[in-house]
């Protein structure tokens, strides 16, 4: 199977080790990809957003056939119709339409969607004057939830106790939805969909402060890890019942089938399991995690999705031990990330800690002389399994040691309480 992943961060990396790990994968490719991408994919400079320029490269130039299956990673491409480019020339492709990844584009039309599946959620107001935002605010009270409809590259979200900082961010955003404030702990839960059926993959956590004891601003996430020892036994076939399959069954019932990863964001709170986001793509960096302990080859389990075939799918298999992905970021991120300094100790890891823990790439880039250059806020994803969360910390942490970015910071805490709670 020739397959081409699409876009450049920790996620893609991971995709491409997993399908590079696939027996059934004959030749990877991506585009663009960074550093990391290119030590196990072809890399090719094309503009993930530019929905003829991949639809080009997956069906003239990766041979004579074209491309077996494409993998839209990142959210902006899903939602600039790249993948509707894609399969207008016959390729399989995972990802959803423009038009179901709006399910991640828009909170509004998210709530919407979710509101006609009867599926859990914060309530919610969607406003777009000032008058209407004074009420939302007044209504819920402190803490305050306050959403940009659109994307936002992590940007849109201000959960905050302060109201005119609410009220600020909100009349900055033009439509905002405000609301209720969801309390208790996150979980992120992937599924694979091909519109119809729906697969859950194992559930993970996200970091997303940037600091250590979930202090400092939000982030993109900052580390991950999985499985959750403390989270119900019955989690997932509950939010396959309550969450996933009706919203899957909802949009094919409008008759924009979401096909894809689809990505609840949950609140596990005292009245139960509630929704906080959907993504229309896999998460990152939780993906990093849950695919380390993903035993069933990617390749296909994607390519059934992408062609209407997981009903069939056998069921997939899992190692019972767990993974820990913890972030290295540049000096500065999230508010002004300083790029182009070179990263050091990557052979090191490759040769001492591998293969239990590995580096995975997100903004990398390479210099003329080979050098391995920070080219972005979030830059590795260093990520490692073991026979348990104590022991994936231990070696993430020992290779996360052996890296050297200059004023670059990582959290010290990732999975940590998790790990002490399960000994
Ligand atoms: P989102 O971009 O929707 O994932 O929001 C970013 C982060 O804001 C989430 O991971 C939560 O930590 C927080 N958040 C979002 N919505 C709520 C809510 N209704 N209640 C509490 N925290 C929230
Ligand atoms: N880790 C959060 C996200 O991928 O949106």
């Given at each position: 199977m020739k397959v081409?992943?699409?876009g450049g961060g920790a996620r893609e990396h991971a995709l491409c080790r997993s399908l590079s790990l696939d027996p059934d994968v004959t030749a990877l490719h991506c585009a663009p990809g960074n550093a990391g991408t290119a030590e196990v994919a072809t890399p090719h400079p094309v503009d993930a957003l530019d929905g003829a320029a991949v639809a080009a490269l997956a069906a003239d130039e990766l041979g004579l056939t074209g491309a077996d299956l494409v993998i839209v990673g990142p959210e902006a491409p899903l939602v600039a119709g790249v993948a509707d480019a894609v399969r207008e020339r016959g390729i399989p492709v995972f990802g959803p339409s423009a038009e179901a990844a709006e399910l991640e584009g828009s909170k509004a039309f998210a709530k919407d969607v979710m509101a006609a599946a009867g599926v859990p959620t914060a309530r919610s107001y969607v406003c777009t004057t000032a008058e209407e935002i004074d009420e939302a605010l007044d209504a819920f009270g402190?803490?305050?939830v306050v959403k940009d409809d659109g994307l936002a590259a992590g940007k849109g979200v201000v959960v905050t106790g302060d109201l005119a900082a609410?009220?600020?961010?909100?009349l900055a955003c033009g439509r905002v939805v405000i609301e209720e404030f969801l309390d208790g702990p996150e979980v992120s839960l992937f599924a694979v969909t091909d519109g119809e059926t729906v697969v859950p993959l194992q559930p993970a956590q996200d970091f997303k402060r940037a600091y250590d004891g979930d202090e400092g601003p939000n982030t993109g996430g900052m580390g991950a890890y999985s499985p959750l020892p403390w989270a119900d036994p019955k989690l997932v076939d509950e939010v396959q019942a309550t969450v996933l399959q009706p919203t899957v069954d909802e949009l094919r019932r409008r008759g924009t089938p979401f096909s894809g990863l689809l990505y609840a964001?949950?609140?596990?709170?005292?009245?139960?399991?509630r929704v906080i986001e959907f993504n229309a793509r896999f998460g990152d960096p939780e993906t990093q995690a849950v695919l380390a302990r993903l035993k069933t080859p990617l390749a296909g389990l994607l390519r059934a999705a992408a062609t209407g075939q997981l009903a069939t799918f056998p069921p997939l298999r899992w190692s019972d031990g767990a993974a820990v992905t913890v972030v290295i970021a540049s000096q500065g991120y999230p508010a002004s990330p300083r790029t182009g300094d070179p990263v050091e100790g990557l052979e090191a890891v490759a040769e001492q800690d591998a293969p239990e823990a590995y580096v995975l790439h997100a903004g990398t880039r390479l210099d003329e002389a080979g050098r391995v250059l920070s080219a972005g806020g979030r830059v590795l994803s260093v990520t490692a399994t073991g026979a348990d969360l104590a022991q994936a910390r231990e070696r993430a942490y020992q290779a996360v040691g052996r890296i050297s970015l200059a004023g670059s910071h990582h959290r010290g805490d990732i999975a940590q309480r998790a790990a002490e709670a399960a000994e």
């Open positions: 081409l992943v699409i402190a803490p305050y609410a009220r600020e961010h909100a964001g949950l609140a596990i709170t005292s009245r139960g399991v």
